[in-house]
């Protein structure tokens, strides 16, 4: 499988996790590659790693709650390299904590970032893929997607949207772009330092006792960008293997 080489494929929250892997994985099976983050001295340095090895990568400051960073960083895919294939709307944020301890700050960034950072990738992404006549979102949602659990109702919530709007769109936009929802279970990722609820950290630490690799994601999603043009992977869920929720 080699669709995914020479494709231009934009990645969000790019500087760490899952998103730091899959820029490398695809800019190693010979994508252009497109990174957004807030930290750009990350992405930096990721960029001249990637191009060490050979891979095509360029990079941008990106916070996706600003529907302009997301059409900025589309059009610089565009003006570098003529195209866009992919976005990966990846970025996330994960401050679990029950509900009566009400934290609305922490509630209203993730539905910013979780959610309409998603719509805005897809508003950024969407008019150009139309008119290319081809292209492909992947958006990262969460085992939270499918079940609830305690301190995680937002955060579920989040995820829940992110596989409606998912789902949405693929019935939308017809047999021309394809949609793609991966939902990790525990990955090793920074997701969980977001967590300033102390009861919800100590059980977040041993819940991520048995956290699988980044790359596990990265090796996913590449998996579903490389299908041939007329298969669209619709759901991918992948957990630890001792995972049993």
Known sequence: MFNVKGKVVVITGASSGIGEATARLLAEQGAHVVIGARRVDRLEVMA??????????????????????????????????????VIVNNAGVMPLSALEALKVDE?????????????????????????????????????????????????????YAVRAISEGLRQEVG??????????????????????????????????????PATAIAQSILYAINQPAEVDVNEIVVRPTASLV
């Open 175 to 212: 047999s021309d772009i394809r949609v793609t929802i991966v939902s990790p279970g525990v990955t090793e990722s920074e997701l969980a330092e977001s967590i300033s609820d102390h009861g919800a950290r100590e059980f977040m630490k041993d819940y991520r006792s048995i956290s699988i």
């Open 107 to 159: 509630w209203n960034r993730m539905i910013d970032v979780n959610i309409r950072g998603v719509l805005h990738g897809i508003a950024a992404g969407l008019p150009v893929m139309k008119e290319q006549g081809f292209g492909q979102f992947v958006n990262i949602a969460s085992i939270g997607a499918y079940a609830v659990t305690p301190t995680a109702a937002v955060y579920c919530a989040t995820k």
């Open 48 to 85: 001249s790693a990637i191009r060490s090895e050979g891979g095509s990568v360029e990079y941008h400051a990106l916070d996706v709650t600003q529907l302009e960073d997301m059409q900025t960083i589309v059009e610089l895919a565009l003006s570098r390299y003529g195209r866009l294939d």
